[in-house]
Nanobody, 124 residues
Framework: QVQLVESGGGVVQAGGSLRLACTTS????????MGWFRQAPGKEREFVAA????????VYAEYAKGRFSISRDNAKNTVYLQMNRAEPEDTAVYYC?????????????????WGQGTQVTVSS
């Protein structure tokens, strides 16, 4: 069984920075991509960013461009999300996801494995 464990969530002031991490463990699989999604109270889960494991190609949601940065450490089976210039609207539970299926990587349906989520709260 594949496990994804997120860390790094917490409370940050508006304008501040936070770095999330997600590490995979358990059954090995050929990772094609890993991504971050978020879900705010009363809203649907939405895409934040994703990165392909081999090439390191990254894609971002429009609101994340210029503020968030996704990266990965293949040796540690870990993906990171650097959040800069945080805004109160970024408050949400952030979920890590992984897939071994080549193809699109910007949708929830693209991913087979999910973490439990980590809370990020941005105070104004």
């Amino acid at each position: 069984q594949v496990q994804l464990v997120e860390s790094g969530g917490g409370v940050v002031q508006a304008g501040g920075s936070l770095r999330l991490a997600c590490t995979t463990s358990g059954r090995t699989f050929r990772t094609y991509a890993m991504g971050w999604f978020r879900q705010a109270p009363g809203k649907e889960r939405e895409f934040v960013a994703a990165i392909t494991w081999s090439a390191g190609s990254a894609v971002y949601a429009e609101y994340a461009k210029g503020r968030f940065s996704i990266s990965r450490d293949n040796a540690k089976n870990t993906v990171y999300l650097q959040m800069n210039r945080a805004e109160p609207e970024d408050t949400a539970v952030y979920y890590c996801a992984a897939t071994g299926r080549p193809g699109t990587i910007g949708y929830s349906r693209d991913y087979d494995y999910w973490g439990q989520g980590t809370q990020v709260t941005v105070s104004s």
